[in-house]
């Protein structure tokens, strides 16, 4: 039943957006694999490739087609944030011409895939493992473990490559940093997003003609209105995100040891100017 899936869909996907914009992203992907059971069940039972052979159920067959392409189409939008390269294949692939990411996830709107849209050359999004490959590594690998010489030898070489490719990691040139642009700003206004635990929505003031708002998950550990006239770093350059139906433009910068250390705010004990930026 069409409305049944539609429904679900909904349902789903406003509980995807919650679940995301509280940083539950185990429970969204959750939420995102029971679409896909639901369909993959739902093409199970229909069996298209028999309707294809039976030229009085191609109504019923286009049916399921579609519902099931449309359901991509969603999935696509709400996954892209996890798997952009693939997601845009598969939209790609579907017959559209843009990124999912240039679609707000809260206003999908079930039956927007055009009727007629030609499905575009199908290819492999996650390519097959490679079986005899997989099996001759695992066949070297017990050939090392039978000669402990070769095998200590081999992980002295690795850990050190490891090491070398680490500290090579570390390491950004001086144009990777430029690319980052840091300002001063000052926040003219903080306030709790609703129906949103861990967001506040914030104006900060950073030497533009009008403030930028910027969202942040800092509920937990601040109290918006004593935020308000503090000097903060801003990442200015950062592309514009929507969270909650609110569009965020920057990001404001915080430091902790690991997720379970309580952010804190960079900021300045010395005045500096709106809008000044960090070399």
């Given at each position: 039943?069409?409305?049944?899936?539609?429904?679900?869909?909904?349902?789903?996907?406003?509980?995807?957006?919650?679940?995301f914009?509280?940083?539950?992203?185990?429970?969204?992907?959750?939420?995102?694999?029971?679409?896909?059971?639901?369909?993959?069940?739902?093409i199970?039972?229909?069996?298209?490739?028999?309707?294809?052979?039976?030229?009085?159920?191609?109504?019923?067959?286009?049916?399921?087609?579609?519902?099931?392409?449309?359901?991509?189409?969603?999935?696509?939008?709400?996954?892209?944030?996890?798997?952009?390269?693939?997601?845009?294949?598969?939209?790609?692939?579907?017959?559209?011409?843009?990124e999912?990411?240039?679609?707000?996830?809260?206003?999908l709107?079930?039956?927007?895939?055009?009727?007629?849209?030609?499905?575009?050359?199908?290819?492999?999004?996650?390519?097959?493992?490679?079986?005899?490959?997989?099996?001759?590594?695992?066949?070297?690998?017990k050939?090392?473990?039978?000669?402990?010489e070769?095998?200590?030898k081999q992980?002295?070489?690795?850990?050190?490559?490891?090491?070398?490719?680490?500290?090579?990691?570390?390491?950004?040139?001086i144009?990777?940093?430029?690319?980052?642009?840091?300002?001063?700003?000052?926040?003219?206004?903080?306030?709790?997003?609703?129906?949103?635990?861990?967001?506040?929505?914030?104006?900060?003031?950073?030497?533009?003609?009008?403030?930028?708002?910027?969202?942040?998950?800092?509920?937990?550990?601040?109290?918006?209105?004593?935020?308000?006239?503090?000097?903060v770093?801003?990442?200015?350059?950062?592309?514009?995100?929507?969270?909650?139906?609110?569009?965020?433009?920057?990001?404001?910068?915080?430091a902790?040891?690991?997720?379970?250390?309580?952010?804190?705010?960079?900021?300045?004990?010395?005045?500096?100017k709106?809008?000044?930026?960090?070399?």
């Amino acid at each position: 039943d069409e409305q049944e899936i539609v429904t679900i869909l909904e349902y789903a996907r406003n509980e995807f957006i919650r679940r995301f914009d509280n940083f539950e992203f185990s429970q969204a992907l959750e939420t995102a694999w029971g679409i896909i059971a639901r369909i993959d069940k739902m093409i199970t039972d229909s069996k298209p490739w028999e309707l294809a052979k039976n030229p009085q159920q191609a109504e019923t067959l286009n049916a399921i087609l579609y519902r099931a392409v449309e359901t991509i189409r969603w999935l696509s939008v709400l996954l892209y944030p996890v798997l952009p390269e693939a997601t845009c294949k598969i939209y790609r692939q579907i017959g559209f011409d843009i990124e999912p990411s240039r679609v707000n996830p809260e206003e999908l709107r079930w039956g927007e895939t055009p009727e007629g849209m030609r499905i575009q050359k199908v290819e492999p999004i996650f390519p097959r493992v490679d079986k005899s490959k997989i099996m001759s590594e695992i066949e070297n690998s017990k050939i090392q473990v039978a000669n402990p010489e070769i095998a200590e030898k081999q992980e002295t070489e690795e850990e050190n490559q490891r090491k070398t490719d680490k500290t090579v990691e570390e390491y950004i040139s001086i144009d990777d940093f430029l690319k980052v642009e840091l300002r001063v700003g000052e926040i003219k206004v903080a306030e709790r997003v609703p129906n949103a635990d861990k967001l506040l929505r914030f104006e900060v003031d950073i030497g533009e003609e009008r403030p930028r708002q910027i969202l942040a998950g800092l509920a937990q550990y601040y109290e918006p209105e004593k935020l308000i006239g503090r000097k903060v770093v801003v990442v200015a350059n950062l592309k514009p995100r929507k969270m909650r139906g609110l569009e965020s433009q920057g990001m404001i910068c915080a430091a902790s040891l690991d997720e379970n250390d309580i952010p804190a705010i960079a900021t300045f004990i010395e005045e500096v100017k709106n809008g000044a930026r960090l070399k």
